[in-house]
């Protein structure tokens, strides 16, 4: 195989990009293809370039006329001349003479006579005196070369475009399913039916039910049940398997299927055959396609691998799917993509052996696009083991910074590889270019909404060493959005060396300045048109209930360990007793709330500072039609849990409507006593969750709709996960929310 035959079908793929696409006339491709390599004499003095003489010299002009007239159509002829006449005109500046005018002398039966030519004559670049036509035998496996080409890049084509298609038509899906959803929660109650289901002892759970309520469909049951709810298989979900997370079982689903059809996309959709004229055997053949192939599917990920990373995708404003989803399908995006990228580089480096040896491969490694392609491997395989749990669980910013500079370097060495193809291929790389430019656009766009006036956010932090938590108080009156309960913030300590760091909080409450807490979430029975408005953006604007001249203040609690949060609290302790105050970049918010205040009952299973989540959602939801609000938490310290019961609950603590059942799970002799409210039960010991969720739903089920949250530790998520599909297996209808941000 030699390297310019090699490169051959790169060239005619340049070509096709230009704008003279031939790949519906492989007859007179052919043509060209059994003309090129031959010499003719008066084409001495014009050069060795095959575009030269196939422009200027007047024997291979008429041989190539003579071709096509040979085994053409008129219509395959015509469409061939123009695009070669119009490279003749911009590469050499030398028009074609006209058709009629070279075969003016040419009859039938003279045609027949002229000299013909087999493969021997093409190998050997023969010199001809007169002109010639290609055996018919020659002709046909040239036209199966360049035929077979055709039909392989046209499919490289259509499944590069697919792998970008599927995930449309999974977001379309995700669409849909909302504006469902949204067009029917106003009969929400009414569409759900909770029948008194057999929990516990017989007698214990005969309840009347509403005769208004009709029982759920048992297709939306299985859906929620063996779909849409479980972990991929088994018990875990947000708990990892070793150095691995596995997503729930939709996503999985959603995973697997994008893996199958990349496989198939990539062995698929090939013809290969014995004598082609670029590779006579049949496994080097093999190898070129399918390297082609999942260069260019693997390519083709990238804008997808982009847009799925990004903190800000409007998909994640369409589909109401947080961030957790789509990091989910980055990251396996991303992974399809490198295997593709191996594959492609790996079987490129077998052409080259064979080819020529360590000599070619030596030779290749001078060329650009050879070196920068073989660095954008290497870097997407160095940025695979670097992503996984382990490494984003416990070395965050380690992993962010290599992160960010691998994949700006994975994108830049794309850019040399496919530098010398051009157009069309460039295109993906201004795209996901793009995406990441868009997405740091709307990073300030947001910072400046929440204060214009970015450094200059003070904030006061307070910290317990007791109940080992930091209270960070940060003013948003600025902000041109209202704050949300589930939302979350990312935050900057610009008083730190490290400023450029920032993590993610979850805002648990907004109070002004007499300490009166306000209503954080959507208003209750705000209906279809809220929810419709929520399509479009999930941040609405501060209303008239937040006055402009009111003092609004964010509490967020923060539970410090190391790094980041560490910092912060000793920031915070130097200060003591007196708050300390901190210079703070804020960005946000992000995520969206759910919709709570529309169900009956709702059950929050949390654990440690996941209690911001209630506490959050607590003003709106005591105002609401909800009838019972259930709160399970774990918590280590007593201290903690009896400094948030008495200065974040306030009086919704007395609130007929709630419950709260404190888990203390590690007290020490060591602690100060800390006493809690009467209104609080405290138990010792870890919450059995599948049993508080049983008894919530046989309790409170024949009150109608009940929605189980959870935010805590992995293993208490997987719990609550587990129960509600058990539940759901009982014919109870619940619904189930995991807040959690997860990298």
């Not at 195989?1 to 051959?8: E, G, K, N, T, Y």
């Not at 997407?380 to 500079?405: D, G, K, Q, V």
């Amino acid at each position: 195989m030699r390297p310019q035959i090699a490169l051959s079908a790169l060239t005619a793929i340049s070509a096709a990009a230009t704008g003279h696409d031939l790949r519906g006339a492989p007859c007179f491709e052919a043509c060209q293809m059994v003309i090129r390599p031959l010499e003719f004499t008066d084409a001495n003095g014009i050069g060795g370039s095959p575009k030269l003489r196939m422009c200027r010299s007047r024997i291979s002009v008429t041989s190539l006329y003579l071709c096509t007239k040979v085994y053409c159509t008129p219509e395959e002829r015509t469409s061939g001349l123009d695009a070669h006449n119009e490279t003749c005109r911009t590469s050499v500046q030398v028009p074609l003479p006209p058709f009629e005018e070279v075969l003016a002398n040419y009859t039938e039966d003279e045609i027949a006579l002229v000299q013909r030519f087999g493969q021997d004559e093409w190998e050997d670049k023969k010199r001809f005196e007169e002109a010639v036509v290609a055996e018919d035998g020659f002709f046909e496996l040239a036209y199966n070369t360049i035929a077979s080409w055709s039909y392989v890049y046209r499919h490289h084509y259509i499944y590069g475009s697919a792998v970008v298609v599927f995930w449309v038509l999974v977001m379309a899906i995700g669409l849909l399913s909302r504006l469902v959803v949204s067009l029917g929660c106003t009969g929400m109650a009414k569409r759900r039916g909770w029948q008194a289901i057999p929990l516990g002892e017989p007698g214990d759970d005969a309840r009347q039910v509403d005769k208004e309520a009709r029982s759920p469909s048992h297709l939306y049951l299985w859906w929620k049940r063996h779909v849409s709810i479980p972990a991929a298989f088994g018990y875990r979900n947000a708990q990892p398997f070793g150095w691995y997370t596995v997503p729930p079982r939709i996503q999985s689903l959603s995973i697997l299927v994008f893996i199958a059809i990349n496989i198939f996309f990539c062995v698929h959709g090939y013809h290969i055959f014995p004598g082609n004229l670029y590779y006579p055997d049949v496994w080097p053949q093999a190898w070129r396609y399918i390297s082609d192939r999942t260069g260019i599917v693997s390519f083709a990920n990238f804008p997808i691998i982009w847009l799925f990373g990004m903190r800000n995708n409007l998909m994640m404003e369409l589909t109401g799917w947080d961030f957790g989803t789509y990091n989910n399908f980055h990251r396996w995006v991303a992974r399809v993509s490198t295997v593709q990228a191996v594959v492609h580089s790996i079987g490129y480096t077998i052409l080259v052996f064979d080819s020529g040896g360590w000599t070619q491969f030596a030779q290749y490694w001078t060329e650009l696009w050879w070196i920068t392609g073989e660095m954008a491997t290497i870097t997407m395989c160095t940025l695979l083991p670097l992503s996984l749990y382990w490494m984003r669980r416990n070395a965050y910013e380690a992993f962010l910074a290599l992160h960010i500079a691998l994949s700006v370097l994975v994108l830049f060495s794309m850019l040399g590889h496919i530098s010398s193809f051009g157009f069309p291929w460039d295109r993906l790389f201004w795209v996901s270019c793009s995406i990441w430019a868009l997405d740091r656009i709307m990073r300030v766009t947001r910072t400046l909404a929440f204060n214009r006036a970015f450094w200059n956010t003070r904030a006061k932090a307070t910290y317990d060493p007791d109940s080992n938590m930091v209270r960070l108080y940060i003013p948003c009156s600025q902000s041109l959005y209202r704050p949300r309960p589930g939302t979350y913030y990312y935050l900057h300590l610009l008083s730190d060396a490290r400023f450029w760091e920032s993590h993610p909080f979850t805002m648990a409450s907004i109070s002004n300045d007499d300490g009166r807490a306000r209503a954080t979430s959507l208003r209750p029975n705000s209906g279809l048109a809220e929810e419709a408005a929520a399509l479009l953006s999930q941040d609405t604007l501060l209303e008239e209930e937040y006055p402009r001249n009111e003092n609004l203040t964010m509490l967020f609690l923060i539970r410090p360990y190391d790094s980041f949060t560490g910092r912060l609290r000793d920031a915070a302790a130097a200060s003591w007793p007196r708050p300390a105050s901190l210079r703070m970049l804020v960005e946000g918010p992000y995520g969206r709330s759910q919709p709570l205040h529309q169900f009956e009952t709702v059950l929050f299973v949390v654990g440690g500072s996941g209690i911001v989540v209630p506490l959050a959602h607590l003003s709106s939801l005591t105002k609401s039609t909800a009838k019972t609000i259930r709160i399970v938490w774990a918590v280590r310290e007593p201290a903690f849990a009896g400094v948030v019961a008495k200065e974040d609950f306030g009086n919704v603590l007395f609130d007929e409507k709630l419950g709260l059942d404190v888990y203390i799970t590690r007290p020490t002799t060591r602690e100060r006593r800390v006493e809690l409210p009467k209104e609080v039960r405290v138990m010792r010991d870890r919450p059995d969750v599948h049993a508080e969720i049983e008894d919530a739903v046989r309790d409170f089920g024949a009150r109608g709709s009940i929605a189980v949250v959870a935010c805590g530790p992995a293993r208490m998520a997987d719990d609550a996960r587990r129960a509600v599909v058990e539940i759901l297996g009982s014919g109870a209808d619940v619904e189930y929310f995991e807040e959690s941000f997860r990298w």
